[in-house]
């Protein structure tokens, strides 16, 4: 999900033994190793924390520093760019200065970011501390998988990528009920202060436990051109998405200039990194079929699934009544059975077609999607829940097979280019569907209420009747506006449901695009 998958670390150093001669000092003991599987595991987890924590106090920050609802969903996406812009760097940066000092210095960065985040006094400014935040936070991923594999020995390998999965798995199930208890019953600083200890911490204790398995260090070249052009057009893209609403898109002399510099930039990356010998991204991966119909349909999966998990926080408090913390509890759900059935599909995706598998889990997050759009204001938090809770069954079962179909659909020398690359498209689809969900339900929910105000109340019944049980006129005429609103919304939300449910459609069709995987791919260098 958004975050219970992320992906690859570009072209890491190769993970050896750490009992290895010559390469490091003694290996671990018993007792350490567990103290740095604990460790590695509780960066990752704070790295994924951070993907959804905010989703359910967008309300809450929106509201303290001023801001809409809609601006105050800003605090999601740009984490999730920078992340995405800093996970191909990753590989070189380890090369570069070391596999552990760009581990600890990025552990100690994102802490004090995340500092920063909840001492923001403005919205603008938590921004800019969430991108440094993503930007240190991307290497964390990718890093702590890799030395997981470096400090343990071989046969308890799988013990180690086991834990480190699960927090994998558990962060973004663990995000919304934690951002929504600390933002209730504290205040939504809160919830990025609570980084800050485990950061220094775990910066503290790493340094001392795993600076002895430092990596070698070279000066290898780095594809600027390529990475400027990447952060231009990315950073073009992702400032029109968030503006785009409130300038009204097009009409705006400013969207227009972002758009454009977003498109010639991302033509020039396109011919330069398909002429580059290093480039930063490998594009030429995409001429494999297998690869391209996966990253299509996780772009138009995840997509689908990431703008629900956005719209349904911001409905519930926004017109439901709810609560920061009961909203975190009802998108966690989906977590609960993504957990529990995960080890069993993972076990499934070594022996079925994994184009089978995914199909079956896209096809079923589209048949829950499609049924939660019949929804209506007079529902039970049982009858939101549950929808939700059955759709956790569909998760493993669209990103585990699908990660290995993509990497299988590729040489074996480029499955870390491929994987880097499939994260930072999943994260550009996020990012997209955010701001397009935002925006149609917004403009949805006003054709709506235009529509219901036309065809509610002409003869004026209503607005007498409640006048006669004791209102106002100005009373009885804002409960009756209230009410249209509270429709419109409603009618508005499910309509973006809908249009999820097809999105799922079209990735469970766009799967089967791809040619039966002849191998099973080393996922090891994706997550």
Request: a neutral charge; proline letters at 5%.
């Amino acid at each position: 999900m958004s975050s219970t998958t992320s992906a690859a670390a570009g072209d890491l150093p190769a993970p050896k033994p750490a009992a290895q001669p010559g390469l490091f000092e003694a290996p671990l003991t018993g007792g350490q190793l567990v103290g740095a599987g604990i460790l590695l595991a509780a960066a990752n987890f704070i790295a994924v924390l951070d993907t959804t924590i905010a989703n359910v106090s967008v309300s809450t920050i929106a509201g303290a520093l001023g801001a809409s609802t809609s601006q105050g969903t800003y605090v999601i996406r740009p984490y999730a760019v920078a992340e995405a812009i800093t996970v191909p760097l990753t590989g070189w940066l380890a090369n570069r200065f070391g596999t552990v000092r760009v581990f600890i210095l990025s552990m100690v960065m994102f802490g004090l970011f995340s500092a920063l985040c909840g001492l923001a006094n403005s919205l603008g400014m938590l921004i800019a501390f969430r991108v440094m935040q993503g930007l240190a936070g991307g290497p964390l991923m990718p890093l702590s998988q890799t030395l997981l594999l470096r400090i343990f020995p071989k046969e308890k390998a799988p013990a180690a990528v086991g834990l480190w999965a699960m927090t994998t798995l558990v962060a973004p199930i663990a995000g919304p009920i934690l951002g929504g208890v600390l933002c209730d019953q504290y205040s939504w600083p809160y919830i990025f202060w609570i980084n800050v200890p485990v950061a220094l911490i775990c910066g503290y204790l790493g340094w001392r436990m795993l600076k002895r398995f430092e990596t070698k260090t070279s000066k290898l070249p780095i594809d600027r051109v390529g990475l400027i052009l990447m952060v231009v057009w990315v950073a073009a893209l992702q400032l029109m998405l968030d503006e785009g609403k409130e300038k009204d898109w097009f009409a705006s002399t400013e969207i227009v200039l972002l758009a454009v510099t977003a498109v010639v930039f991302f033509i020039a990356f396109l011919i330069w990194e398909l002429t580059e010998h290093n480039p930063i991204v490998d594009l030429r991966v995409f001429r494999h079929r297998g690869f391209t119909a996966s990253v299509t349909t996780i772009c138009l999966a995840f997509g689908a699934f990431f703008g629900s998990v956005v719209l349904t926080p911001l409905w519930l408090q926004g017109y439901m009544g709810y609560t920061a913390t009961w909203s975190g509890c009802i998108s966690a759900l989906t977590g609960i059975l993504a957990v529990l059935t995960a080890p069993m599909v993972a076990k499934m995706s070594t022996t079925v077609d994994a184009r089978k598998l995914v199909c079956i889990g896209v096809t079923w997050l589209g048949f829950i999607t499609f049924l939660r759009a019949f929804n209506n204001t007079d529902m039970s938090f049982f009858q939101i829940g549950w929808p939700l809770f059955l759709q956790g069954i569909g998760l493993p079962l669209f990103f585990v097979p699908l990660t290995g179909l993509a990497l299988s659909s590729v040489n074996e020398e480029e499955t870390a280019s491929a994987a880097g690359l499939m994260s930072f498209c999943r994260t550009m689809a996020g990012a997209i569907a955010t701001s397009i969900v935002n925006t149609s339900w917004e403009n949805d929910a006003t054709y709506f209420h235009a529509e219901l105000s036309g065809l509610v109340d002409r003869s004026g019944d209503a607005v007498n009747a409640m006048m006669a049980s004791g209102m106002s006129a100005e009373q009885a005429t804002g409960s009756l506006a209230q009410t249209v609103q509270n429709q419109a919304v409603m009618l508005a939300t499910n309509h973006i449901f809908m249009m999820a449910a097809v999105s799922f459609s079209l990735a469970a069709l766009a799967v089967w695009l791809a040619p039966k995987p002849t191998r099973v791919a080393d996922t090891s260098s994706a997550h």
